[in-house]
């Protein structure tokens, strides 16, 4: 099977049966025997179409009559495959794009879709005009020349403005590289780094975090033998900063709440140097499943697992821990461009829901903080109902707690007059992420 056809079968599954891009990627690469750059292409693919989503249906909808939803769904994805190596990948020739999607047609389909395949295409390359992108910045022109939703994009205007919301939405579009942790248990970067190189990696430190490698080209992850041997774990370099700041120590008892796929609790253990106690929790068992198959490829045993529902964790462990992270489940915004579906399958509504649900997590978690403990609050997002609303929220309530200043303990300086932290992509080039520090004064 080629490399289209291999993208098309993900694309099937992405819009037909709702899978995540990147876990059916993986799947399909790790069952086929690709060489580097045929594999590259086929995550371009994947990737980029997903990525571009409402848009290449606008252009789409320019050269078919019929609505989309009375075509077949496989065409309508080979179509999308089409139009975006026609108008967004400019080393593809358009014709040869143009008859691999006639090709998968025949394939998938039958004759008479090929015929309308052919058609649709031929149309969209002889009349490029018809499909000029917007150029103003209003903001349903961004959301179409930027491939966002438009109510991504009225939620980026309000908040931060509309020149730095062109700005974010164009970072989002950008290609984000692999970021590999040192296992500081197991080696330092520096030799991290010289056996990433031996392995095919290009590579360079982190400037925001000491353990941190990025990868501007690597071999595909099974095949690379640092990672597979415990000595890095994938995780970007905003997500490594959490850690830092909980600045956990040896022997402690630490609680991480929301703590799959392991990332930062691996971390959290690194830190500790492999001694003390780590809590796990999460409310599914497959993943924490993740977690202890991280931990044993790195050489960490001082994590235990548990099957807990955050919002429960201040009853069944009050004012025992020295530590509790909650990294909470939020909209996800700040990693946009690492999750090309993810703006694409977010709702609005979840944006009005998520904080009191992590207001209710950081209550609970607070109950399990002892007296002079630290309560570490991070997202994955950049929207401040999330973020710093929810800790003014949880401080109006809470006069036993005082928030820290997270610059001390951040292994970078950031310029930054509060003293919670907030990494904006395209002002930070990196993830977005926010992280408070808490202590427990009483």
């Known amino acids: 099977m080629n490399a289209r056809a291999i993208a098309l079968n993900i694309l099937n599954e992405i819009y037909q049966e709702k899978a995540y891009a990147n876990i059916s990627l993986s799947r399909h690469l790790s069952k086929c025997s690709l060489p580097d750059q045929d594999r590259r292409f086929v995550t371009e693919l994947v990737y980029g179409t997903v990525k571009a989503g409402d848009t290449l249906l606008w252009i789409l909808k320019k050269f078919v009559s019929r609505p989309l939803g009375k075509i077949e769904p496989v065409i ?40 309308f395949v052919n058609g649709v295409l031929r149309n969209l390359i002889r009349q490029p005009e018809k499909y000029a992108m917007p150029t103003g910045n209003k903001a349903s022109e961004i959301s179409v020349r930027e491939q966002h939703p ?27 590289p692999l970021v590999l942790r040192t296992n500081t248990l197991k080696i330092s970067r520096s030799e991290l780094m010289n056996e990433l190189a031996k392995s095919g990696c290009e590579v360079s430190p982190s400037a925001l975090t000491p353990e941190g490698i990025i990868c501007q080209s690597h071999p595909a992850l099974n095949k690379l033998l640092p990672l597979q041997n415990g000595l890095a774990q994938v995780q970007d370099e905003s997500s490594m900063l959490v850690a830092h700041v909980l600045d956990p120590q040896p022997n402690e008892f630490i609680i991480d709440t929301c703590s799959a796929p392991g990332g930062k609790t691996t971390h959290i253990a690194a830190l500790m140097q492999n001694k003390g106690t780590i809590i796990a929790g999460d409310i599914y068992e497959h993943k924490l499943k993740l977690i202890k198959e991280n931990a044993e490829r790195l050489g960490i045993d001082i994590i235990k697992t548990q099957l807990l529902d955050a919002r429960k964790v201040g009853d069944l462990y ?4 020295d530590r509790v992270l909650v990294d909470a489940p939020c909209s996800g915004l700040g990693v946009l461009r690492r999750k090309p579906d993810s703006r694409w399958n977010k709702t609005e509504e979840l944006l009005g829901e998520l904080p009191p649900l992590q207001l209710e997590i950081l209550h609970s978690a607070a109950r399990a903080v002892k007296t002079g403990g630290v309560l570490v609050y991070s997202t994955c997002t950049i929207m401040p109902e999330e ?9 109006a309530a809470r006069p036993d707690f005082m ?17 919670t ?7 930070d080039h990196t993830d977005g992420f926010f992280i408070a520090r808490l202590i427990r004064k009483f």
Not at 78 to 104: H, K, T, W
Not at 387 to 395: G, H, K, R, T
Request: proline share 5%.
């Open 76 to 115: 309508v994805n080979i179509l999308r495959l089409g139009i975006y190596q026609i108008v967004f990948m400019d080393r593809i020739p358009a014709s040869a794009a143009c008859n691999e999607a006639v090709n998968l047609a025949k394939q998938f389909s039958n004759p008479g879709s090929a015929k």
């Open 150 to 176: 438009l109510w991504f994009v009225k939620k980026f205007i309000h908040t931060f403005g509309s020149e730095a919301a062109l700005a974010l939405c164009r970072f989002n579009n950008t290609n984000a």
């Open 318 to 321: 009050p004012l025992k821990a």
């Open 387 to 395: 973020n710093q609303q929810v800790i003014e929220a949880f401080l």
């Open 403 to 419: 928030l820290d200043d997270v610059h001390k303990y951040l292994p970078f300086k950031h310029k930054s007059k509060t003293k």
């Open 421 to 427: 932290l907030q990494l904006l992509p395209h002002i």
